[in-house]
Antibody
């Protein structure tokens, strides 16, 4: 069974750091991009960033709101993706979802979509 | 950034109704449009990718159409488990992948 399990959330003070983990199973981890999406309380979905598959160089992209503060990485030996969050702000408070990202090859490169989602882990930034 | 605008923001419907949700992109995104459903307190779930392709395991009462800037999600006969919030998302440009604000379907 394909599974994505996100974990590591908690209460953290503004300016501090927190690391989230995304533990995967049931598929070839290296063949897929992985992404993080967040949802502030009572609000919609916001894409945070993603890391490409090994095939596409394992490079990363981020939303402007987190660029320079957040870092996504992956450990192929453990089939785990990480979201390192630094200099946290109150507005980073949200449920964070890890997702598997599927790529369909097109003339432009990839049509990406998020086909498997974790249940989410809650990050609360407060003093 | 490409802005995604959904309409309506919410709607009321009954079991068996045909429901249509619209998503408009601020510029052309070809068919790089996905739809997700989110039940209260749960993670989103993929319904449609590439504007019109049904994800495996999703009931055939869901369908998607459109290309360029205008897209629709249609539920042909609303079922009790379909009362949820629906989001569209573009992945034409990276970064960022942007979501619509959501459409809440209520009883």
């Amino acid at each position: 069974e394909v599974q994505v399990v996100d974990s590591g959330g908690g209460l953290v003070q503004p300016g501090r750091s927190l690391s989230l983990s995304c533990t995967t199973s049931g598929f070839r981890f290296g063949d897929y991009a992985m992404s993080w999406v967040r949802q502030p309380p009572g609000k919609g979905l916001e894409w945070v960033g993603f890391i490409r598959s090994n095939t596409y160089g394992g490079t990363t992209e981020y939303a402007a709101s987190v660029k320079g503060r957040f870092n996504i990485s992956r450990d192929a030996s453990k089939s785990i993706a990480y979201l390192q969050m630094n200099s946290l702000k109150i507005e980073d408070t949200a449920v964070y979802y890890c997702t598997r990202v599927f790529c369909i090859g097109t003339a432009r490169g990839c049509l990406y979509y998020m086909d498997v989602w974790g249940k989410g882990t809650t990050v609360t930034v407060s003093s | 950034d490409i802005q995604m605008t959904q309409s309506p923001s919410s709607l009321s419907a009954s079991v068996g109704d045909r429901v249509t949700i619209t998503c408009r992109a601020s510029q052309s995104i070809s068919s790089y449009l996905n739809w997700y459903l989110q039940e209260p307190g749960k993670a989103p779930k993929l319904l449609i990718y590439g504007a019109s392709s049904l994800q495996g395991g999703v009931p055939s009462r869901f369908s998607g159409s459109g290309s360029g800037t205008d897209f629709t999600l249609t539920i042909s006969s609303l079922q009790p488990e379909d009362f949820a919030t629906y989001f569209c998302q573009q992945t034409y440009t990276t970064p960022p992948w942007t979501f619509g604000q959501g459409t809440k379907v209520e009883i």
